[in-house]
T-cell receptor, first 109, second 115 residues
Framework: AQRVTQPEKLLSVFKGAPVELKCNYS??????LFWYVQYSRQRLQLLLR?????SIKGFTADLNKGETSFHLKKPFAQEEDSAMYYC???????????WGLGTSLAVNP | DSGVTQTPKHLITATGQRVTLRCSPR?????VYWYQQSLDQGLQFLIQ???????AKGNILERFSAQQFPDLHSELNLSSLELGDSALYFC??????????????FGPGTRLLVL
């Protein structure tokens, strides 16, 4: 079955510390993976997608097909990074996104 | 602001009732998605419409239905409401980029409380 797992419901780090939000997926084909972010009282918005290989707000994520992972990383967390982060998987031509349950990141001063 | 609008912002109703949530996609976007976000279930995909036709179905209950109209706005109808239907309901619309990648843009959501 196609599935996205975000093992941490809550991740708490101090400002300036490195942060890694884990995402593992289950899919036998060629996946498309995304990270979405939801800041407090704001709507969900796309943070980055694996095919773009971009860095947004200092965050990067590398698709590791061997480990079926797409972990989100930032070397130095900022307080404004505190938000809910969702990993999502799109499979094949199906437009449906399969979502993880999300990880709430709290960056403490 | 992503350009996707949803009304109402908040809705409080009683069990057994029926409500309609409305979504207007971004100008030019043909696809509309509906999601339910609850505390214990996270974000759950409900249904997708593309240019007026149902394209994909997720974990949508039989008590729920949706449609997309010729002007591309969409409505999600929730009937025989139960306490467990209390959640944030998001709508998203999507556009396909030049490289074929698709981005979903989310609305602000409708918060439904069933008492």
């Amino acid at each position: 079955a196609q599935r996205v797992t975000q093992p941490e419901k809550l991740l708490s780090v101090f400002k300036g510390a490195p942060v890694e939000l884990k995402c593992n997926y289950s899919y036998s084909g060629s996946p498309e993976l995304f990270w979405y972010v939801q800041y407090s009282r704001q709507r969900l918005q796309l943070l980055l997608r694996h095919i773009s290989r971009e860095s947004i707000k200092g965050f990067t994520a590398d698709l590791n097909k061997g480990e079926t992972s797409f972990h989100l990383k930032k070397p130095f967390a900022q307080e404004e990074d505190s938000a809910m982060y969702y990993c999502a998987l799109r499979t094949g031509n199906n437009r449906k996104l399969i979502w993880g349950l999300g990880t709430s990141l709290a960056v403490n001063p | 602001d992503s350009g996707v609008t949803q009304t109402p912002k908040h809705l409080i109703t009683a069990t057994g009732q029926r409500v309609t949530l409305r979504c207007s996609p971004r100008s030019g976007d043909l696809s509309v998605y509906w999601y339910q976000q609850s505390l214990d279930q996270g974000l759950q995909f409900l249904i997708q419409y593309y240019n007026g036709e149902e394209r994909a179905k997720g974990n949508i209950l039989e008590r729920f239905s949706a449609q997309q109209f010729p002007d591309l706005h969409s409505e999600l109808n929730l009937s025989s409401l139960e306490l467990g239907d209390s959640a944030l309901y998001f709508c998203a619309s999507s556009v396909r980029g030049a490289s074929g990648e698709e981005t979903q843009y989310f609305g602000p959501g409708t918060r439904l409380l069933v008492l």
